[in-house]
């Protein structure tokens, strides 16, 4: 109970957000930037970040009657200047023969019900706290692949919080078939919350739509589509993307929402001086701890910032591996100690972990510093010997007669195998070896390979995986 | 009468409706009852101004009528939304409409409520069925913003500290209190200077991020 409380204060509440964070780090200025759309959108693409096209804009009811809406193209989407929350956005992804367009949840449109749709918009009836507005018109975002099975029609963005220069949290958005194609969570939308430093997910949450509670789920409702383990497409561009919107802006306390378009990557859909707090059950972290530890830190650089970003907040996800599974994540690289029972010789080496090859090996020059040298020599001497290539038929050969003369005279040896290679047929030795990666002990058969010319003298295979789990983005974490 | 402060006195001297005095000094105390309710409990409703104001109006009405018309409202305000939506009407003109809709289903409500001589119905005056009948505007936004669900919700929220603040302004040692000290409301003041620079968790926030305090990877 003392804990939850101690802890509780890593949250961010609303009344915190509010007064701590957007009254204190987003100036009204920075606000009407980020609230205006279109204003935002001329001072991203200004500086350099990419936005969707805009195709045309609609400021007051002369405009409405002198627009060319021939000229419209087959998609766009239909906007608000200053909605809010989603509100009075028009998707409109296809047209018809007889001249009218067909919306995202299939219903069509004329120019009619696009001109009524841009009046109510004028008036106000979108916009944050009612008053008049304008409407533009903007390229639709094309659909990635990988996000398509994932989302219902709409098109999901990524929801970056930037504060201090530093990218502190992210989180997926999904559009379902409950919030009608629209991304928000309000609307019953799917959030998933993104590991930072890996841009891969980790746990996801929806609301109940009447009392707007948020629950965490494993998968899209009625699917078995697992919501963890998405990796992000551009993710270390996203991030900068983020934190460039943030310098440009001035809005000290961020969320900026990216969508991936098929050809033109990664653009900002839109900025939020006012970031919901929901990312924080989406991540199941909690974001004033986050905000805090970045505060005041020197960030001058956008790289700095998204690389202070996910060393501190990154890793959750092999963490929430090795919860479930028990298992530990590894990179690719890795140190780890070898060990010769027998000599009792033990060394550190740096070792490559490769789950393309069966069976670990080391190379001679290392078994014969582990006291492997008797063994390894025997080989050797044999290698040397087969300068002229072995036949399949001469190694079999070779391979009964050395196991009858040595398997049972050494320990250590455990098989002799034949390899075949790009260098021709060889027979080389298999030999006992205790391996320690991160605290898993492995009691290994290595075979013993000659590799001057290769980078890593220990390589790790499947066999002696079985325990540990392989997540190739984590290269060499722990020498960093 | 004699334990009252001589400026109320002087007020109500000058023919100022005691009722009204009253209602006046126990207001700010039904706006931070709202306040408490929204940032320190967390309690959403629909904002500040109508849950007080339909409090006023029940005193008006009296909680039995007042929570029958507040649902009527809703459900006529509802089913004429619900009705117009395929008309594709403008915004204005179709609350219009619907507020037509409203009154004169209110109408019928007091014509029958006269058949069957219920009194207290007919007696009802025109401005606590005006405040009912516009929270259906408010009403008609949610709806339209956030979903039926999420308005329906809201809307009960909105009955529960209408009917809270209603108790509360009906108790008579607080209104006598209020008209003896009116001084108090300084003392208000203060207590909603500090709400505003409270930063803690709600306690509906304790609730909602319970998996993340738990998890607490930080």
Redesign the interface.
Known sequence: MLN?LK??K??L????RN??YIRSFNKKRAKETADHKLNSKKILKKNGLKVPDLIGKIETFKDVENFDWEKLPKSFVLKPNRGL?G?GIMVVYGKKKNGNWVKSDRQEVSIQ?LK?HI??IL?G?YSISGVVDSAFFEERVKILKLFKQYSYRGIPDIRVIVFNNTPVMAMLRLPTKESGGRANL??GGICVGIDLNTGVTTTAITRN??????F?IDQIPFTRLSLSGISMPCWKEILEMSVKAQQVTGIGFLGVDIMVDRDKGPVIAELNARPG?AI??AN???LK??LKKVEGLKINTVKKGVRVGRDLFGG?IE?DIEDMTGKKVIGIFEKVTLKNIKSGVSKEENAKIDTGAFSTSISTDLAKKMGYDEVVKIFDSYDSKAQIRLTLEQAKKLTRELKEKYLDKYDVLTNILIVKSSNGITVRPKIKIKIYIENEIIDSHATVHDRKDLKYKVIIGRQDLKNLIVDPSRIKRKNL | MKFMNSFIQFVIEQGVPRETVELMLMFPIVATLMVIAR?VV?VKAFGIYTPSIIAIAFLSTGLKYGIFLFTIILIIGTATRLALKHL?L???PRVAIMLSVVSVTIFLVLIIGGYFNRTGLASVSIFPLLILITIMEKFIVVQV???A??A??LSFETLVLSVLAYFIVSISQLRELMVKYPWIIFLIIVFNFILG??????IW??Y??R????????
């Not at chain 1, 509440?13 to 915190?16: H, I, P, T």
């Not at chain 2, 620079?197 to 709600?202: C, H, I, N, S, Y």
């Open positions: 939850y802890f509780s890593d949250v509440g609303m009344n915190s007064l701590d929350g509100e019900d009524n009046l109510n008036e009836n309000h609307l739509l009447a009392t707007q509670q948020e965490l707090l924080q059950i199941l972290a909690a701890y986050r959750e963490e | 940032q967390g594709r403008l915004y204005l913003e956030k979903g669900k999420t329906i919700f620079k409270w930063t803690g968790l709600r926030e304790y909602r991020f998996e993340v305090i738990k998890a607490n990877k930080r």
